[in-house]
């Protein structure tokens, strides 16, 4: 029987009665008295140098309190990168300045120029309006390949290039990876384009300055997935407040997928402003200007080639890659293309050798950051789409190619770096052939064709490296922070818990799967158990919520608090019933004495706690309170493999989804309701990249897909009943709780298995283009099978089809 409370089970998540009936606290819910309102006006041009603005006009305008440009922020820091990479010939990375408002040129359509600040919204905007800016407009720099070649127009005139970084890794395995290639039987290779996505969160986002004189505090209510981060970033780094003086919140988020983990110059202008007026200073963010203001993920060219022997071993592996950094560096930015890429390259296989190289360019562009995923789902699209390649080109069936090379030895070190603790890819694969009655495919094929469509199978596998940390790895790979986590378990009298906690969430249910850790250890109703986050002033230092660490990492801390509570809770018991402290155990709320009928509740030792009658306080302090910081020693390992059936129609090139199967390995599961919704929202964006959605700029730099009518974003009608299961499971090893991060497993495992699957379709029509590059539109799909595409049209004889929408 399914459990009904505690770890394993699936009770509603509790945040969701507050947010189905309207009752979330958003950022853009919160208005502070005397509030002012401020509009940036932003760059219409992508790359320029600022000759004057004339903000006279603007200035006069009914309620306008102030407009802001650069000359405002002399002497206040960039906004800061957190991660810095060194290059193969042992320089750091590249590293200019991102100024909050733009310093001399702009550098991306949608760079903030001058920011308005009034009595109402709509007065900024229409003062907005009057200023006057003249812009000599220059080259926009958009191919990355053109931005690194001599002579290209610099994005940033004080660097030597546009080169961020060239990174290889493992670097002493170059020579030996192109020896590899040299004697293999077989290389595959491909050229292949990951797009660049926009996130677009349901929630646009927000933030709101206030400064109070007459303590010199600074507060800053924001969307962000990390308050501890974003003030230690731009407390330290931006504006030099100390962090006692500077209180960051994040109330209620409506999602973030990456996109709110950064520090952003609005952030960074809203708490300046508060302080330079003595006024609140709100900023609330249009869709528009989310679209070329949030940072943007993904953006990578990549060459790929794989070496197998004559038996079909894969004997090395090596990757060409130029990743966007758009026209600033993120905070995360650098860490994608590299140490969250790199390091997956050997995926779920026992390939003896990797090399991966990694160019990160400045263009006029958006920045671009960790998305869903981050780095993983890339590295999987290459080595996924790869092997796919190789088994056709062989012969041979792609899942026994994959089993064939499957680790199956555990712990298992992989040659770039990470080291696997635990997995079962034969199981993962066993359960998904199962859910997917892939011997009943032909005969559904059939059926498909009886109706003149085209029907593909498309299967991969996965594997990530999440639960970002731990501290002493990250930090010797450039993390200029740690990435432990924390908790406070503070137990009231009469035996309620609240639990504060640095992990924040945004739509992961922590307000749900929090307390049922709790619970289940102590043996008390979840309804007991509060949860406090998103708020630097009443939680514990933190590193926030992002690469699935919620609960490997912020659970495990919450776990150790607890169970210091649990140690000082046996020892005052063991007081109280004149009994030795290790013979005391706790089970379902009551503390026992083991070989006798002695008892005492939860409650009658928290109420001893605070009423310390009945033991010695020399020995035992008052109070039940306890922190904890957890740093674990290695990431976690899911993995798994994903299926999905599609239907062509060979008329349009129009493709839709008709099954998808995801077979998971998370570890132990605490909500496996939970659980299965964040895999469903996983392969939801997955497909959406796959198949709809692609950020395109033209040659000038200008924002084709600006808006909702130009960005296709998936809706329910284009998605079937989804597949998910997760009984494959291997316990973490390293974590007291042995659970894996699940919340990006569904992007990173699905974006292949969807073009595998549509390139297994147009095969079975003698249509063996070799690689479409994604979004698989309908215009791309029917060009490719009829050798009509165009800028990059492919062949049938396996090079890539591409389409203007695609370039990069």
């Known amino acids: 029987m399914p459990?009904?409370?505690?770890?394993?089970?699936?009770?509603?998540?509790?945040?969701?009665?507050?947010?189905?009936?309207?009752?979330g606290r958003y950022t853009d819910d919160i208005n502070v008295a005397g509030q002012t309102h401020v509009v940036f006006l932003r760059s219409d041009v992508a790359h320029g140098t600022i000759k004057s603005i004339d903000t006279a006009a603007a200035e006069a305008m009914d309620g306008v309190v102030r407009i802001f440009t650069s000359k405002d922020f002399d002497g206040v820091g960039g906004i800061p990168c957190g991660w810095q990479i060194t290059s193969r010939d042992g320089n750091v990375m590249q590293e200019p300045k991102h100024p909050v408002l733009a310093e001399g040129k702009v550098r991306h359509v949608g760079d903030p120029i001058a920011a308005v600040v009034a009595e109402t919204e709509s007065q900024a905007r229409d003062a907005m309006e009057a200023i006057v800016v003249e812009i000599d407009e220059l080259p926009a720099v958009m191919d990355m390949k053109k931005a690194v070649a001599e002579g290209a127009t610099k994005v940033h005139d004080e660097l030597d290039s546009n080169l961020c970084y060239d990174w290889g890794f493992v670097e002493e395995n170059r020579d030996a990876v192109e020896q590899a290639m040299k004697d293999a039987a077989h290389v595959t290779s491909l050229e292949l384009v990951n797009n660049r996505l926009i996130a677009n969160p349901m929630e646009p986002r927000v933030a709101v300055g206030d400064y109070t004189s007459h303590d010199g505090q600074s507060t800053l209510y924001t969307t962000s997935q990390n308050p501890h981060v974003?003030?230690?970033?731009?407390?330290?780094?931006?504006?030099?407040?100390?962090?006692?003086?500077?209180?960051?919140?994040?109330?209620?988020?409506?999602?973030?997928?990456?996109?709110?983990?950064?520090?952003?110059?609005?952030?960074?202008?809203?708490?300046?402003?508060?302080?330079?007026?003595?006024?609140?200073?709100?900023?609330?963010?249009?869709?528009?200007?989310?679209?070329?203001?949030?940072?943007?993920?993904?953006?990578?060219?990549?060459?790929?080639?794989?070496?197998?022997?004559?038996?079909?071993?894969?004997?090395?592996?090596?990757?060409?890659?130029?990743?966007n950094m758009g026209a600033y560096l993120s905070t995360f930015a650098p860490s994608v293309p590299t140490w969250?890429?790199?390091?997956?390259?050997?995926?779920?296989?026992?390939?003896?050798?990797?090399?991966?190289?990694?160019?990160?360019?400045?263009?006029?562009?958006?920045?671009?950051?960790?998305?869903?995923?981050?780095?993983?789902?890339?590295?999987?699209?290459?080595?996924?789409?790869?092997?796919?390649?190789?088994?056709?080109?062989?012969?041979?069936?792609?899942?026994?190619?994959?089993?064939?090379?499957?680790?199956?030895?555990?712990?298992?070190?992989?040659?770039?770096?990470?080291?696997?603790?635990?997995?079962?890819?034969?199981?993962?694969?066993?359960?998904?052939?199962?859910?997917?009655?892939?011997?009943?495919?032909?005969?559904?094929?059939?059926?498909?064709?009886?109706?003149?469509?085209?029907?593909?199978?498309?299967?991969?596998?996965?594997?990530?490296?999440?639960?970002?940390?731990?501290?002493?790895?990250?930090?010797?790979?450039?993390?200029?922070?740690?990435?432990?986590?924390?908790?406070?378990?503070?137990?009231?009298?009469?035996?309620?818990?609240?639990?504060?906690?640095?992990?924040?969430?945004?739509?992961?249910?922590?307000?749900?799967?929090?307390?049922?850790?709790?619970?289940?250890?102590?043996?008390i109703p979840e309804d007991q158990i509060e949860i406090v986050h998103g708020d630097t002033a009443n939680t514990p230092m933190g590193m926030g919520t992002y690469g699935s660490r919620s609960l490997a990492v912020g659970g495990s801390a919450i776990f150790r608090a607890t169970e210091k509570i649990i140690a000082k809770a046996k020892k005052i018991a063991a007081h109280i019933m004149e009994a030795a402290e290790g013979d005391i155990e706790l089970k379902d709320g009551k503390f026992t004495v083991a070989g006798t009928d002695k008892e005492l509740a939860w409650g009658d030792v928290t109420l001893a706690a605070y009423v310390p009658h009945n033991y010695p306080l020399e020995d035992i302090e008052p109070g039940l309170e306890e922190t904890a910081f957890y740093d674990p020693n290695n990431f976690t390992y899911p993995s798994g493999a994903y299926a999905c059936e599609v239907e062509v129609d060979p008329d349009t090139g129009k493709v839709d989804v008709l099954s998808f199967a995801a077979a998971d390995d998370f570890g132990n599961v605490v909500n496996p309701m939970i659980v299965e919704g964040q895999v469903h929202g996983g392969i939801a964006q997955g497909i959406g990249q796959a198949l709809l959605e692609n950020c395109a700029y033209d040659e000038d730099g200008q924002l084709l897909s600006a808006s909702y009518m130009d960005y296709a974003m998936p809706r329910a009608h284009d998605f079937p009943m989804f597949q998910v299961d997760h009984s494959c499971a291997t316990p973490c090893t390293h974590n007291p709780l042995g659970v894996k991060g699940c919340g990006e497993a569904g992007a990173i495992g699905s974006p292949p298995s969807v073009v595998n699957a549509v390139l297994d379709a147009l095969a079975s029509a003698g249509h063996d283009v070799g690689h479409i590059n994604m979004p698989l539109t309908p215009a791309k799909v029917w060009a490719a099978m009829n050798n009509a595409g165009g800028t990059g049209s492919g062949t049938a004889h396996g090079r890539s089809v591409d389409g203007p929408a695609a370039k990069i």
Request: proline content about 4%; overall charge neutral.
């Open 3 to 23: 459990k009904d409370t505690g770890i394993g089970a699936s009770p509603k998540r509790r945040e969701d009665v507050r947010f189905l009936t309207g009752k």
């Open 230 to 323: 974003i003030r230690l970033l731009m407390g330290a780094f931006v504006l030099n407040i100390p962090e006692h003086k500077l209180r960051v919140v994040a109330p209620d988020v409506g999602g973030g997928f990456g996109t709110k983990i950064f520090h952003y110059a609005e952030e960074a202008f809203c708490t300046f402003a508060a302080k330079a007026l003595e006024r609140p200073v709100k900023w609330t963010s249009t869709r528009s200007e989310a679209f070329m203001s949030d940072a943007h993920g993904r953006d990578h060219v990549t060459k790929i080639e794989l070496a197998l022997d004559a038996d079909h071993n894969f004997t090395a592996v090596r990757t060409e890659t130029y990743a």
């Open 340 to 523: 969250l890429h790199g390091t997956l390259m050997a995926g779920n296989y026992k390939t003896p050798l990797v090399y991966v190289n990694v160019k990160a360019v400045f263009t006029t562009t958006v920045p671009v950051d960790a998305y869903r995923g981050a780095g993983r789902p890339e590295a999987t699209f290459q080595l996924e789409r790869v092997i796919d390649k190789a088994a056709r080109e062989l012969g041979v069936d792609p899942v026994e190619l994959r089993r064939k090379n499957f680790i199956r030895e555990f712990p298992y070190q992989t040659p770039v770096a990470v080291e696997y603790d635990t997995g079962d890819y034969d199981a993962t694969m066993d359960k998904l052939l199962t859910m997917i009655d892939r011997d009943g495919f032909e005969a559904r094929r059939k059926d498909s064709e009886s109706r003149g469509k085209l029907r593909g199978l498309g299967i991969n596998c996965y594997i990530e490296a999440c639960g970002i940390a731990p501290s002493k790895l990250v930090g010797q790979l450039g993390a200029r922070a740690g990435l432990y986590e924390s908790a406070t378990v503070r137990v009231n009298a009469t035996g309620g818990l609240v639990v504060m906690t640095g992990s924040h969430s945004h739509g992961q249910g922590h307000e749900t799967s929090f307390p049922q850790v709790v619970a289940d250890m102590i043996g």
